[in-house]
């Protein structure tokens, strides 16, 4: 099957729907807080809630760098197949936790086998699609992280219907039921195979880590690390308090705030991922910035979005500043991982992505607690205003600095 010329497409189909279970496991606990605190009662403080959904963020941050250092040397099928029964088995697992200290552990877990997966994913996709099909490529795959997101916050209404127990059950049988599916007809690119062995029988296990030396001697990385991280801050403010943001503003119960604000994001995510990929496909054909100024379109749209999101308190207002940062956020999104096969060569991305993935992560993490203490003053919204101005010098940083001379960096 890897011979027919339309497999390079199965790769994507295949890796949407683990894209969308990746998404939906972790997103559908920040709609679940009510349901879940009349068992565990440390989560009626949003502070500890808050703590909670930070503990995945801060493993997944430190497990990154190492995914995608091995990422570059084995196989990345057996990578994506072993993180998603991992995780969709911790997931069936959450469902029995009836105490706090045994949900921050398996969390933690979650966060490891998670984090194996986008680096490995990325990496993959890239390989099997050359610069005419990158972009959109990875755009789509990327839409299955938003229709993931979207389910999960159906998490409160499944919830409500039965109990949150059989929530975490069934998507989590759901999850190891795929992972079967994948391992019969996922493959791996037949170079990077050749790659990883000659290397394993040349160099040994003592060059594991040299690939993160010469990823960070490159002074050009440094700047996409930090673009890449700067939104991260309001990417992961939206994926994990935006549903608290819209019942607190607009005064309506977590049932209603959960499904609304995650399908907002991620319908406005779909159209943006596969506007951003269409368009810098074809932009970067006729001049090499193409995917960075499309990238920036995206990152200025955010802007203006997240201060509607903070002090807007109508129905129209917010869902409106919401479908315009999903907008903007895809556009930026579906072009991380072209945007770096311009200045890092396909040996190395995984181990660039990771670090990507860790900076990106602890951001999320950093801000989701802060935001916790804030929704506990009644500043939410206010915390959530005050993140354009991040976004802001992503923006005039990624433009002033990134100057690509290839658009695949042998």
Not at 112 to 138: C, F, N, Q, V
Not at 334 to 343: D, K, R, T, V, W
Request: glycine share 10%.
């Amino acid at each position: 099957m890897t011979n027919k010329k339309y497999y390079p497409w199965v790769v994507v189909a295949l890796l949407w729907i683990v894209a969308l279970l990746n998404y939906m496991d972790r997103q559908m606990l920040s709609t679940m807080q009510e349901a879940m605190s009349l068992d565990i009662h440390e989560l009626n403080s949003a502070e500890a809630f808050g703590a909670l959904m930070a503990a995945f963020l801060w493993v997944y941050g430190l497990a990154s760098p190492f995914s995608g250092v091995i990422a570059d040397r084995v196989s990345r099928k057996w990578l994506i197949v072993g993180s998603l029964f991992v995780w969709s088995l911790v997931t069936f697992l959450m469902g029995y936790a009836n105490d706090f200290h045994t949900l921050y552990w398996l969390r933690g877990i979650m966060g490891i086998s998670e984090a194996l997966y986008i680096p490995s994913a990325l990496s993959l996709i890239a390989d099997w699609h050359d610069g005419k099909t990158r972009s959109l490529a990875i755009g789509i795959h990327m839409t299955g992280l938003y229709v993931g997101q979207a389910i999960g916050g159906f998490g409160a209404a499944v919830a409500s219907l039965f109990t949150w127990h059989t929530a975490f059950h069934s998507f989590g049988l759901i999850g190891i039921a795929y992972a079967v599916v994948l391992l019969l007809l996922l493959h791996e690119k037949p170079e990077h195979a050749k790659t990883s062995a000659e290397e394993g029988q040349k160099r040994g296990i003592s060059s594991v880590f040299s690939g993160l030396g010469i990823v960070l001697s490159i002074w050009t990385f440094w700047i996409i690390l930090f673009f890449f991280a700067a939104p991260s801050l309001p990417g992961w403010a939206t994926k994990n308090w935006l549903p608290t943001l819209f019942a607190t503003n607009l005064g309506i119960s977590m049932e209603q705030a959960g499904p609304i604000s995650t399908i907002t994001i991620a319908a406005s995510s779909f159209l943006g991922v596969i506007l951003g990929g269409i368009l810098s496909d074809r932009w970067v054909q006729r001049c090499l910035r193409g995917r960075i100024y499309t990238s920036a379109i995206g990152l200025g749209l955010t802007i203006p979005s997240l201060l509607l999101l903070g002090y807007g308190h109508s129905l129209l207002a917010i869902v409106g500043a919401g479908c315009l940062f999903g907008i903007g956020f895809g556009m930026f999104d579906a072009n991380n991982m072209p945007i770096l096969c311009q200045f890092i060569s396909s040996r190395y991305r995984a181990t660039a992505y990771g670090l990507m993935n860790m900076t990106g992560v602890f951001a999320g993490a950093a801000v989701t607690q802060v935001l916790g203490k804030w929704k506990d003053g009644g500043m939410l919204g206010e915390g959530f205003a005050w993140l354009s101005l991040v976004m802001l010098a992503a923006l005039l940083l990624q433009l002033i600095f990134l100057k690509p001379k290839a658009d695949n960096l042998e």
